[in-house]
């Protein structure tokens, strides 16, 4: 039998998912739907409904990723996470939820949570995220991402003077591409906060960010916004060649944005000035949370660091974005 090279490429996938073992921790009905999806791709897959028992499998099967629910009954995903992170720090996790994860976001930052996602689940996010989770293979690139993409462009930047205009025409293609955008303000500034904090925060420039002094990067020092599309989605992507940020680092921004938020609401309600603790750090990563679609932080210590932005043409024509409450990270700490 002769096989085609599309057979050949069906083949390997199965052969590669089914040296994966899922382990689901979830006790509500929506445990079913995340077992069929790991199954239905070539994933072996073993369930239980709390911390404990999960604690349990993992000290006596080997397991390449851990999706956990975050409220389990008697101990939490917390725990287990904090488990899972002291004795096999190896695995990966993810956890998931149907709350707004700004309400217990301290725990994600205390517990250095870098995957949470929202339910119902997107499969092809599910499973592109475990594949890279497990693998850190193809981490990099929006058509690692954006599945049979077409006409990838690229603007590369090299100094502060020249975002906006390139961020201009990035908004100017993507409607050329046909895809409306009814909130360009709100995409404008997600855009212009990367990019931003890339040329200026990844090249150690923070001080001339604070002064909004205009800066040139040095030679062979650049930023790059990549850009493409399919026939449902486009992606935009923003790359500096530094890898300075972490996971921590991304956490500690949220946070920082969510408790100021909080102060803020305190601060409406009982007249108390708050204007010593009010700031702008965090806010660009925390627009990318609040504003995006689908996104991906994605980092390789000191060599490359690219957030990707993806948006589907009914997301994209939508009155407002809307925050879907999850966070992703892929962080590589492997020596370059």
């Known amino acids: 039998m002769l096989l085609t090279s599309m057979h050949v490429h069906n083949i390997l996938t199965a052969r590669i998912n089914e040296m994966y073992n899922?382990?689901?921790?979830?006790?509500?009905?929506?445990?079913?739907?995340?077992?069929?999806?790991?199954?239905?791709?070539?994933?072996?897959?073993?369930?239980?409904?709390?911390?404990?028992?999960?604690?349990?499998?993992?000290?006596?099967?080997?397991?390449?990723?851990?999706?956990?629910?975050?409220?389990?009954?008697?101990?939490?995903?917390?725990?287990?996470?904090?488990?899972?992170?002291?004795?096999?720090?190896?695995?990966?996790?993810?956890?998931?939820?149907?709350?707004?994860?700004?309400?217990?976001?301290?725990?994600?930052?205390?517990?250095?949570?870098?995957?949470?996602?929202?339910?119902?689940?997107?499969?092809?996010?599910?499973?592109?995220?475990?594949?890279?989770?497990?693998?850190?293979?193809?981490?990099?690139?929006?058509?690692?991402?954006?599945?049979?993409?077409?006409?990838?462009?690229?603007i590369r930047i090299q100094g502060s003077r020249q975002i906006q205009k390139a961020i201009a025409a990035v908004i100017r293609q993507i409607n050329e591409w046909g895809f409306p955008i009814s909130n360009k303000m709100a995409l404008t500034l997600v855009l212009n906060e990367l990019a931003i904090n890339a040329v200026y925060h990844s090249h150690g420039l923070t001080l001339e960010k604070e002064e909004r002094r205009p800066v040139q990067l040095g030679e062979n020092e650049y930023v790059d916004i990549h850009f493409s599309h399919n026939d449902g989605e486009y992606a935009i992507s923003i790359t500096d060649y530094k890898g300075r940020l972490s996971k921590m680092k991304i956490l500690d921004s949220i946070n920082r944005v969510i408790v100021q938020e909080n102060l803020i609401t305190k601060a409406s309600e009982t007249g108390e000035d708050i204007s010593d603790f009010v700031t702008e750090t965090g806010r660009g990563i925390d627009l990318v949370r609040k504003l995006s679609g689908e996104y991906y932080f994605i980092i390789k210590k000191d060599v490359k660091t690219e957030i990707i932005l993806i948006f589907s043409r009914e997301a994209a024509a939508a009155a407002k974005m809307q925050n879907n409450s999850s966070l992703k990270i892929i962080e590589d700490n492997s020596e370059a």
């Open 22 to 154: 899922v382990l689901v921790v979830d006790f509500s009905p929506y445990r079913d739907d995340i077992t069929s999806l790991f199954r239905n791709n070539g994933y072996e897959v073993a369930v239980c409904e709390n911390a404990f028992e999960a604690m349990s499998k993992l000290r006596a099967y080997d397991f390449d990723l851990v999706v956990s629910e975050v409220e389990l009954p008697g101990d939490n995903a917390f725990d287990l996470y904090n488990y899972l992170n002291k004795n096999y720090p190896y695995i990966p996790a993810i956890m998931t939820t149907d709350k707004n994860i700004d309400a217990f976001f301290d725990k994600i930052f205390n517990e250095g949570i870098g995957n949470v996602l929202k339910k119902p689940l997107k499969e092809s996010e599910v499973l592109n995220l475990s594949q890279k989770l497990i693998t850190k293979n193809n981490i990099f690139n929006i058509t690692n991402y954006l599945k049979d993409a077409v006409d990838t462009k690229r």
